[in-house]
């Protein structure tokens, strides 16, 4: 790790995610000595290509203006890149190595041949119009293109980039290479999507957490969930929280939480999913119109809870936030954003023994169907919802058993182990069995 932070000074965010796996995978290289001979770990750490370019863009007033684009090319060993595009401030080297490095050992765990791979730019898509995202889509796409491919790299959706953004980008695409393929995942329906992509993270970061129920011979019924986020992946995972039972009691965004004690009913998800997707406003206009009371800067953990998915942002769940839920009762713990508990909070969940899913295992549904939309159009053809559902839902139930079968310890399972040991296997003989390249 020394080494590591010597060649990467400064980025916090990579270096946590790259030593969470490597204390929970420390014991097996030190067994297994083909890791050390082949040197896996520094070659696993080191992205195999990282591109950075200009993205020049004019607004409707005529202003010029110049942003960032990235992307992380991290591991092909399992397949074509794979992993979203994120448009966000926040977005740098640090992050999108980070994110790159999360997104190989995800797409090892679903069983799925896809390697890792994660991009974006720090182009702020919020207040924007059609014309202005549309304008930026077209300038990141004039480069990207160069970079990408159907069996080379397949970019996805993330923050920032939704059914807008990856129209304007495979619009742009198209274009240029002359060529209709399945090179960006997240398309419409209309031309080579594939139903439940947009439910997918989320609904399947619910499907985990049935898994980790099951293990108590619990269900999601009549439970309390608090859900960080009222984007994608938080209104989808309360979609299916509701669906299999249970009450989901708060919702936030950027500006607050919205505390909802009855718990929320189709109609006002119905509101929540078009005050965000379409009128792109915040959470606070949901609590005025139904009359919940709203928390200003406010974070959603001290709502009495038995189940919390944090489905924000990175490290938006920190140590005081885990102590919070503890004392409110919370017990299960599953992460539909990348990396949202912060090491600290992981200390706690792991000192407390709580049902617990890890990002890379719990939110991998998402990349799952990002796949399986690539099998489809690979093979011109589009499956029915409830095909896709229903590999979805074993992609999860395997994941879990993943997890269950490399974190069983003696005092019970430790999830964050399983995944990581459970995807590095499968990355790490891979590449002995490819060869130093």
């Known amino acids: 790790m020394n080494h590591l932070a010597q060649r990467n000074p400064g980025e916090k965010n990579f270096l946590e995610s790259v030593q969470e796996v490597v204390e929970s995978v420390w014991d097996l290289i030190n067994v297994e000595r083909r890791y050390s001979e082949f040197n896996i770990l520094e070659r696993i750490t080191e992205p195999e290509r990282m591109i950075l370019f200009r993205v020049p863009w004019v607004d409707d007033d005529g202003t010029v203006h110049v942003n960032r684009g990235f992307r992380i090319e991290f591991s092909s060993v399992l397949g074509p890149y794979k992993g ?8 740098n080297l640090d992050v999108l190595k980070f994110l790159g490095f999360e997104q190989t050992f995800k797409n090892s765990l679903t069983t799925l041949s896809m390697g890792g791979g994660k991009g974006g730019s720090d182009f702020d898509p919020k207040g924007r119009s059609d014309q202005e995202v549309m304008r930026f889509c077209h300038s990141f796409m004039s480069e990207l293109y160069r970079h990408i491919g159907a069996r080379t790299d397949v970019p996805a959706g993330d923050i920032g980039v939704g ?23 997240g398309k419409s329906l209309n031309w080579g999507g594939s139903p439940m992509r947009a439910e997918a993270t989320g609904y399947g970061t619910v499907y985990f957490v049935q898994e980790l129920l099951a293990t ?35 919702l936030s965004d950027s500006r607050g939480t919205v505390h909802i004690p009855s718990g929320m009913n189709e109609e ?15 959470i606070s206009e949901f609590a005025e119109e139904f009359g919940f009371s709203w928390h200003e800067s406010a974070k959603p953990w001290g709502v009495k809870c038995d189940v919390a998915l944090p489905c924000a942002t990175e490290n938006e769940l920190d140590e005081e936030d885990a102590k919070t ?14 990396k949202p508990c912060t090491p600290a909070a992981l200390d706690i969940v792991h000192q407390k023994k709580l049902l617990f899913g890890p990002g890379k295992a719990a939110n991998a549904g998402g ?7 690539m099998s489809q159009n690979g093979m011109h053809t589009q499956w029915t919802r409830e095909k896709v559902d229903n590999r979805l839902h074993n992609i999860m139930r395997s994941i879990h058993e993943k997890c269950v079968q490399y974190g069983d310890t003696r005092d019970g399972v430790d999830y964050i182990r399983g995944a990581n040991v459970g995807g590095f296997i499968k990355v790490a003989d891979s590449m002995i069995e490819q060869g130093v390249v």
């Open 216 to 250: 108590r011979e619990e269900t999601l019924e009549g439970k309390k969930v608090v859900i960080s986020g009222s984007g994608n992946v938080a209104q989808y995972a309360a979609e299916k929280a509701m669906q299999l039972g249970g009450s989901v009691v708060a």
């Open 367 to 373: 990349v799952a169907v990002s796949g399986l939309e």
């Open 84 to 91: 979203g595009l994120r448009f966000h401030p926040s977005v």
């Open 325 to 338: 839920l503890l004392g409110n009762g919370c017990y299960v713990i599953a992460e539909g954003a990348n």
């Open 163 to 185: 059914a807008r953004e990856i129209g304007y980008l495979f619009g742009q695409y198209k274009k240029l290479t002359n060529r209709f393929d399945g090179t960006l995942t």
């Open 268 to 282: 006002q998800l119905e509101y929540v999913k078009h005050l965000k997707n379409v009128k792109r406003e915040s």
